[in-house]
């Protein structure tokens, strides 16, 4: 049963995709002469992550912490990773920001077009210059008013717990002085986990923004300790959240 929910569900997700990356191009085009920085095609791309995230009965969906998100200021925002579905569900957080995407997903046909198209940023994950020109443009998202989102992890969690966080991130806060806003989502892992293309339905998806941490609050200058800091965190929410 599992197999059949499962082909009928990717069945409509690219047919669903295949009618509105038309319409995308047309935003793109008509909106490029004017927003460069992309933030109307940004918007468009949040509508439809909501849209598919809403509209397959296999999950429901709960935001919790809304109110945290401070009005005029812009975060770093750092999230676990359970599934590939986390980058369709996070969209429901409605927040203007630029993703932090592997090279790899420049490659991918309509998700590549959909990272080139809306301006995200991209690494080649072990290239030192690569890491490079995405700080370089990252800190420029952020004096701009864009927040960045980043999986620190670096990859899906194969356990559904949060693996180790590589740095990128709290360089950037550090550097930037920007404040980081932690997310822990949890039961996108139990739908579709890594490695899997199989949908299980059934199962409640918590999305839950924490506190923002002010730069004032890191109590440190070196992204390490940084690093530790805001993955214990999200880990103890992780467990609270998890068995509320």
């Known amino acids: 049963m599992d197999v059949i929910i499962s082909l009928t569900v990717w069945i409509f997700c690219c047919a669903v995709a295949v009618i509105l990356f038309p319409v995308s191009v047309i935003i793109w085009l008509v909106t490029f002469p004017f927003?460069?920085?992309?933030?109307?095609?940004?918007?468009?791309?949040?509508?439809?992550?909501?849209?598919?995230?809403?509209?397959?009965?296999?999950?429901?969906?709960?935001?919790?912490?809304?109110?945290?998100?401070?009005?005029?200021?812009?975060?770093v925002i750092i999230s676990n990773h359970?599934?590939?579905?986390?980058?369709?569900?996070?969209?429901?957080?409605?927040?203007?920001?630029?993703?932090?995407?592997?090279?790899?997903?420049?490659?991918?046909?309509?998700?590549?077009?959909?990272?080139?198209?809306?301006?995200?940023?991209?690494?080649?994950?072990?290239?030192?210059?690569s890491k490079a020109v995405m700080m370089a443009k990252s800190e420029d998202s952020l004096r701009k008013g864009i927040s960045i989102m980043i999986f620190p992890e670096g990859t899906r969690s194969?356990?559904?717990?949060?693996?180790?966080?590589?740095?990128g991130a709290f360089q950037l806060a550090l550097s930037a002085g920007t404040p980081i806003l932690p997310v822990v989502i949890?039961?996108?892992?139990?739908?579709?986990?890594?490695?899997?293309?199989?949908?299980?339905?059934?199962?409640?998806?918590?999305?839950r923004i924490l506190e923002p941490v002010m730069p004032e609050e890191f109590g440190t200058a070196d992204p390490e300790q940084l690093a530790a800091k805001l993955r214990n965190i999200m880990t103890d929410e992780l467990q609270r959240n998890r068995y509320a």
């Open 82 to 129: 359970q599934s590939m579905l986390d980058i369709l569900i996070l969209n429901c957080l409605r927040l203007r920001f630029r993703w932090i995407s592997k090279i790899e997903n420049y490659k991918t046909p309509v998700i590549g077009w959909y990272l080139r198209m809306a301006k995200y940023i991209t690494i080649d994950r072990g290239n030192k210059e």
């Open 158 to 167: 194969t356990t559904r717990e949060i693996g180790p966080f590589k740095l």
């Open 186 to 207: 949890d039961g996108t892992g139990g739908v579709l986990p890594k490695h899997g293309l199989i949908f299980s339905g059934g199962h409640k998806i918590k999305i």
């Open 35 to 75: 927003d460069r920085e992309k933030a109307i095609i940004h918007w468009w791309l949040v509508f439809q992550g909501i849209f598919f995230s809403r509209i397959i009965p296999l999950w429901s969906i709960n935001v919790d912490g809304r109110q945290k998100v401070k009005k005029g200021y812009t975060y």
